[in-house]
């Protein structure tokens, strides 16, 4: 296991910028596969304990990182900035974000001429909401 050099220090750092997520050994960012996530311990708002490898070199890597970081790395833009999608969960904040009561939002149809309205779609979502106030509606 690789650990990185900072965890190992004495005494504590002022807001510490949390390690890029990169292999050291390679410098490979590509082939990077999470392992697990944990909350912190103390907990650490925005932050998550990740441990994680890369599959070209077989280096392992364990250590706290922005939750930021680690949507970067899963999602690839797929969902909202700044949300961690994992399985069923949306983290946002450090914590799971909370399922409100199922809703219904409303997205606007194709623009259509200017004779015809564009018609409104509904679905089916799943309300999430943060501890901060930061919501997320899920296509259910």
Same mark, same amino acid.
């Given at each position: 296991?690789?650990?990185?050099?900072?965890?190992?220090?004495?005494?504590?750092?002022?807001?510490?910028?949390?390690?890029?997520?990169?292999?050291?050994?390679?410098?490979?960012?590509?082939?990077?596969?999470? #392992?697990?996530? /944990?909350?912190?311990?103390?907990? +650490?708002? !925005?932050? =998550?304990?990740?441990?994680? %490898?890369?599959?070209?070199?077989?280096?392992?890597?364990?250590?706290?990182?922005?939750?930021?970081?680690?949507?970067?790395?899963?999602?690839?833009?797929?969902?909202?900035?700044?949300?961690?999608?994992?399985?069923?969960?949306?983290?946002?904040?450090?914590?799971?974000? #909370?399922?409100? /009561?199922?809703?219904?939002?409303? +997205?606007? !149809?194709? =623009?259509?001429?200017?004779? %015809?309205?564009?018609?409104?779609?509904?679905?089916?979502?799943?309300?999430?909401?943060?501890?901060?106030?930061?919501?997320?509606?899920?296509?259910?």
């Amino acid at each position: 296991m690789t650990m990185l050099p900072a965890a190992n220090l004495p005494g504590e750092i002022d807001n510490p910028e949390p390690p890029a997520l990169i292999c050291t050994m390679c410098g490979n960012a590509n082939d990077l596969v999470i #392992e697990a996530i /944990e909350a912190t311990v103390p907990a +650490l708002p !925005g932050h =998550v304990s990740l441990e994680y %490898s890369c599959m070209y070199c077989g280096s392992f890597y364990g250590h706290d990182a922005s939750v930021q970081q680690v949507a970067t790395l899963l999602n690839a833009g797929a969902t909202a900035p700044g949300v961690l999608h994992f399985g069923r969960y949306f983290i946002h904040c450090g914590e799971p974000m #909370e399922e409100t /009561e199922e809703g219904i939002s409303g +997205l606007d !149809g194709p =623009v259509g001429s200017k004779d %015809s309205p564009s018609p409104t779609i509904s679905i089916r979502t799943r309300p999430l909401k943060c501890h901060c106030g930061f919501r997320l509606d899920v296509p259910l």
